[in-house]
Structure formats: structure tokens, C-alpha cells
């Protein structure tokens, strides 16, 4: 079985902030990927990113980052001077090569308010 | 170059009775998929297809049917609705199995 954890239900934060949102994950495969998704008040699911089992390099896109850290099992995410606009609902995702195929599991998301 | 979209928007269903949601994608992807969305529960998967002509089961498929009749469209229905089905219906396609999904905007249903 394959599990996602974020722990934070809910952040709120004053705009220019910067904000970290974290994703635990459990799975038993060797390979394996990670995403995350945004979920803005539209309601519509976005792709921000995707990294595999045996990339650790972390991201940097603007002003977000991901920290990818196999020995932790964390996969989080980092908004730098964060802005109104960045108010949605994150998800971190897991889809093991062995154990699921492709379905993914995700987490329970995280809701992020940024106050202006 | 719609991406994915689900037909209908939002549903009111009275308990037993039957409706068929309906996905459609022109990234000519093989891969699609039916979630539901429950507050507090993030996204479950109903049902999967890696292609025109299959379909499996998710997480949660009990009360659900799926067919995949053209690569392009993927279709859920539900038998004989209940209330505990009243949720966020949202269908997802990609090109390959650990590709990202590209999501469709959602069908909100409510049984009654």
C-alpha cells in the first residue's frame, strides 16, 4: 500500500511570506514519482510538478522550490514572497511503478490563504 | 485545443435514479480517469483506462461503471444513485501512465 501525508490542513500567511507546505510519503517500490497539484477557488486540478525515485536534485521554478529528500520520505514545497494569487488548495501525489501502476494516490491537500 | 472536458457541469439526482457522466479529451492520450472529491479526503480514484477498450477498477469503484468506447471519451455512470455518492466528479487524462494528468473542470453532483 502507498500513502501521502500532509499533515498541514491549513496555512494562512501575510502576502511577500514565504511558505512551506509538506508531503510525507510511504511506499515499498524502488521507483516511483511524485507531483504536486494546485487547486484554486475555480476548482480546477493544475500540474506544477513531477519527480521520479531517483532524481533528488531539488527544483527551483520561479518562485516556487521543491526539496526532495528520499532519506525522509518528504517531498515539500516551498512558495518565496508568496501572493494572494497563490491562495488554493495544494496536493502532493504518489504513483508507485510496482505497487499501483499508474493510479496515484494523493493527500488530503493543504489549504493556503495568503492575506494581503 | 479544449484539454479535458465533462459534460455536465452540475446534477441533481433524486436516490435510485441513474445518470452517466461523460469525458472527453483531444490530446489524444490513453490514459484517463474518473476521481471523486470529498471534503477532507483530497481525490479517490473511481475507475481508470490505459486505453480505447479497457477499464479497471480505482480505489472506490463500487457503485460506478466505466466505458471506454473511443480513445477520446470515457464515460462513468452511476446505476442507482445514493446520497453517500453526492461529491466532486472530476476525469483526468495522460499520455502515458506516470505522465501528469491534465484535469477536467469537475461535474458537482448532488443525490437527494
Known amino acids: 500500500a502507498q500513502k501521502v501525508t500532509q499533515a498541514q490542513t491549513e496555512i494562512s500567511v501575510v502576502e511577500k511570506e514565504d511558505v512551506t507546505l509538506d508531503c510525507v510519503y510511504e511506499?515499498?517500490?524502488?521507483?516511483?514519482?511524485l507531483f504536486w497539484y494546485k487547486q484554486p477557488p475555480s476548482g480546477e486540478l493544475v500540474f506544477l510538478i513531477r519527480?521520479?525515485?531517483?532524481?533528488?536534485q531539488n527544483e527551483i521554478s520561479g518562485r516556487y522550490s521543491w526539496n526532495f529528500q528520499k532519506s525522509t520520505s518528504s517531498f515539500n514545497f516551498t512558495i518565496t514572497a508568496s501572493q494572494v494569487v497563490d491562495s488554493a488548495v495544494y496536493f502532493c501525489?504518489?504513483?508507485?511503478?510496482?505497487?499501483?501502476?499508474?493510479?496515484?494516490?494523493f493527500g488530503e491537500g493543504t489549504q493556503l490563504t495568503v492575506n494581503p | 485545443n479544449a484539454g479535458v472536458t465533462q459534460t455536465p457541469k452540475f446534477r441533481v439526482l433524486k436516490t435510485g435514479q441513474s445518470m452517466t457522466l461523460l469525458c472527453a479529451q483531444d490530446?489524444?492520450?490513453?490514459?484517463m480517469y474518473w476521481y471523486r472529491q470529498d471534503p477532507g479526503m483530497g481525490l479517490r480514484l473511481i475507475h481508470y483506462?490505459?486505453?480505447?477498450?479497457?477499464?479497471a477498477k480505482g480505489e472506490v469503484p463500487d457503485g460506478y461503471n466505466v466505458s471506454r468506447l473511443k480513445k477520446q471519451n470515457f464515460l462513468l455512470g452511476l446505476e442507482s444513485a445514493a446520497p453517500s455518492q453526492t461529491s466532486v466528479y472530476f476525469c483526468?487524462?495522460?499520455?502515458?501512465?506516470?505522465?501528469?494528468?491534465?484535469f477536467g473542470p469537475g461535474t458537482r453532483l448532488t443525490v437527494t
Open positions: 483526468a487524462s495522460s499520455r502515458g501512465g506516470f505522465d501528469e494528468q491534465y
Open positions: 511506499t515499498r517500490d524502488t521507483t516511483y514519482y
Open positions: 519527480r521520479n525515485s531517483f532524481d533528488e
Open positions: 501525489a504518489l504513483s508507485g511503478w510496482e505497487t499501483s501502476g499508474s493510479r496515484l494516490t
Open positions: 490530446m489524444n492520450h490513453e490514459y
Open positions: 483506462s490505459v486505453g480505447e477498450g479497457t477499464t
